[in-house]
């Protein structure tokens, strides 16, 4: 799991968090690091690791695009006010959490809490993360296992040790990627790592997780996370 540590820049990470603006941006705070992540795929088209991009510049404070407009992305440059952006939070209180589903093997035990999915696709590489974990008696499947839920951007995706009861999870500090996917002109979610806290417009704060990803295109139906939605076909406008 060591190819997903990442150094973590922030002089103080307990300042680090992210507000959610009503029918508006994503307002972060606390010098958090921006930088572009890559998925790069294999010949077959499947994602087989991340890739760093560009940094952006350290900001102390910034808001970043959520209406998916923004003619300056990744920040918000106000097209939000002008497009009648509809950001209502339909998550809930994330009730989904504590009942994952399970897949076990010798050696692993797979969380899989599919509503969170982001498709980001690294669970397909050599055979997926499920068959692999119901074959985790070979320390060749295991590790695979391990690496493609580490992978996986949103946390939908846990494994965990039977030998230690302990979830194996990247050792992220609080840092955002910027997920740009394989397909020419389509942009994946933010990618929140570290365990960065969010708050809601309302001001209730979202589960600290290590691993999530926020909604940047506007088209998920669970706001503020991202449902995969950035990879459907854009509605047409209706003809009057």
């Given at each position: 799991m060591?190819?997903?540590v990442?150094k ?10 992210i ?25 077959d088209?499947?994602?087989?690791r991340w ?5 952006h ?15 300056s ?12 952006f ?21 050696g692993?035990?797979?969380w ?5 999915c ?12 499920w ?22 951007p ?6 965990v040790?039977?030998?230690t ?17 394989p ?11 570290g365990?960065?806290?969010?708050e ?10 290590n ?7 506007g088209r998920?139906?669970n ?15 209706e003809?009057?």
């Amino acid at each position: 799991m060591g190819r997903l540590v990442e150094k973590n820049p922030v002089e103080d990470p307990q300042r680090a968090a992210i507000r959610v603006c009503r029918n508006g941006p994503y307002v972060l705070s606390g010098n958090i690091p921006v930088s572009d992540q890559l998925i790069v795929c294999g010949d077959d088209g499947i994602p087989v690791r991340w890739e760093k991009g560009r940094d952006h510049p350290a900001r102390e404070t910034c808001s970043l695009c959520r209406c998916g407009r923004s003619g300056s992305k990744p920040y918000c440059d106000g097209s939000h006010e002008g497009t009648g952006f509809d950001g209502t939070e339909t998550a809930g209180k994330e009730a989904y959490l504590d009942r994952p589903d399970r897949t076990e093997g010798p050696g692993l035990i797979l969380w899989d809490t599919e509503k969170l999915c982001a498709v980001a696709l690294f669970c397909h590489r050599a055979g997926d993360a499920w068959n692999l974990t119901e074959q985790s008696g070979d320390p060749v499947k295991k590790a695979t296992a391990m690496e493609e839920a580490g992978d996986c951007p949103s946390g939908r995706l846990v494994a965990v040790d039977k030998a230690t009861g302990k979830p194996v999870e990247p050792g992220f500090g609080p840092s955002i990627g910027l997920v740009i996917g394989p397909q020419k002109g389509v942009l994946g979610p933010i990618w929140v790592r570290g365990c960065i806290p969010v708050e809601s417009a309302d001001g209730r704060a979202y589960t600290r997780r290590n691993r999530v990803t926020l909604c940047r295109c506007g088209r998920s139906c669970n706001k503020p996370f991202c449902d995969g939605g950035h990879g459907r076909p854009v509605p047409k406008p209706e003809v009057p």
